[in-house]
């Protein structure tokens, strides 16, 4: 599998990352976070991010947008 990626963005809320299998790296800035199947990223608030996956993965993204 060729790595493939979500380009830089913003969140429109708090979001978290739950990895069903693989293994993906969360960037947000100058940081960065590896997560494998079981893990849970957390997605910094208000900080763009990209995610990028470095085997065939599958991720359960969640977004709670506040009032």
Do not use: C, I, Q, Y
């Not at 069903?20 to 790296?25: C, F, M, Q, S």
């Not at 997605?43 to 969640?62: E, G, N, Q, R, Y």
């Amino acid at each position: 599998m060729e790595t493939a990626a979500l380009a830089e963005h913003a969140s429109p809320g708090e979001a978290t990352v739950f990895v069903l299998h693989g293994r993906v790296t969360l960037t947000a800035g100058d940081n960065s976070w590896e997560g494998r199947e079981g893990d849970l990223l957390l997605v910094p608030d208000a900080a763009p991010h990209s995610l990028t996956a470095h085997a065939d993965s599958a991720v359960l993204l969640t977004v709670v947008k506040l009032p």
